[in-house]
């Protein structure tokens, strides 16, 4: 299994930014990792996901907004978020899994996830 800590989160107002950052203990190479977010009410929706080779994937309801960034070294994953909305309030979770998998309930270790808040 892999250790995961997010850090990064915190309050902003509408518009404004954060950055998110995921640190994987050992070698997380070979393995997908992603953001996921929980909102109040709500299951897990994957937000990004990185898979081994690079290839990046964003939910529709994040792309022009979010970035992963590509140069993070291979146990990390920072997210960047800019243009936030209140709809974006939710408890972040980084995750890593085999696959980058759309479904929450196939991915393997997870974060204690970190909360953003959007006012």
Not at 85 to 96: K, L, R, V
Request: hydrophobic share 35%.
């Amino acid at each position: 299994h892999v250790q995961l800590v997010e850090s990064g989160g915190g309050s902003a107002q509408t518009g404004g930014s954060l950055r998110l950052s995921c640190r994987a203990s050992g070698d997380s190479s070979t393995l997908c990792m992603a953001w996921f977010r929980q909102r109040v009410g709500a299951g897990r929706e994957r937000v990004a996901a990185r898979a081994s080779d690079g290839r990046i994937a964003y939910a529709d309801f994040v792309k022009g907004r979010f970035t992963v960034s590509p140069e993070t070294p291979k146990n990390t994953l920072d997210l960047q978020m800019n243009g936030l909305q209140s709809g974006d309030t939710a408890m972040y979770y980084c995750a890593t899994s085999l696959a980058c998998h759309t479904s929450a309930s196939m991915w393997d270790d997870w974060g204690q996830g970190t909360q953003v808040t959007v006012s």
